[in-house]
């Protein structure tokens, strides 16, 4: 089993900063990447920000600049810094990671329970 437990998220003014953390734990072998999804009302599920376990990151374009995201290999961690937040920021924000369960499985994609971000204007 894994578990993947997010914290930070919550109400905040445009313009303001939040930051969203996740623990992953559990059967883990090895981690390929970690990062954040976001879901709006009404709209699908999108990467917001992305990273390896190498420290290469992407991002969706639409927070470049204003995310940054990054991680702590030791502690299977990975943090997401927002600022400048816009009222489309808006959404539940899932942590996502992708990982290996032993050394011969298959590579997995997991996500979290999710936490809400809302941006008021």
């Known amino acids: 089993q ?7 998220g919550g109400l905040v003014q445009a313009g303001g900063s939040l930051r969203l953390s996740c623990a992953a734990s559990g059967s883990i ?4 990447a970690m990062g954040w999804y976001r879901q709006a009302p009404g709209k699908q599920r ?6 390896t376990s ?4 992407n991002y969706a374009d639409s927070v470049k600049g204003r995310f940054t995201i990054s991680r702590d290999n030791a502690k299977n961690t990975v943090s ?12 539940g924000y899932y942590c996502w990671l992708n990982y290996r369960s ?3 499985s ?3 994609d997991y996500w979290g329970q999710g936490t809400q971000v809302t941006v008021s204007s």
């Not at 894994?2 to 930070?8: R, T, Y």
């Not at 072998?29 to 390929?32: D, P």
């Not at 999108?46 to 990273?51: C, F, G, K, P, T």
């Not at 190498?54 to 990151?57: A, I, M, Q, V, Y």
Request: charged share 20%; aromatic share 6%.
């Open 106 to 108: 298959a590579v997995r």
């Open 2 to 8: 894994v578990q993947l437990v997010e914290s930070g």
């Open 102 to 104: 032993n050394y011969a």
């Open 29 to 32: 072998f090895s981690i390929n």
């Open 46 to 51: 999108e990467l917001v920000a992305a990273i």
């Open 80 to 91: 997401l810094q927002m600022n400048s937040l816009k009222p489309e920021d808006t959404g």
């Open 54 to 57: 190498g420290g290469r990151s």
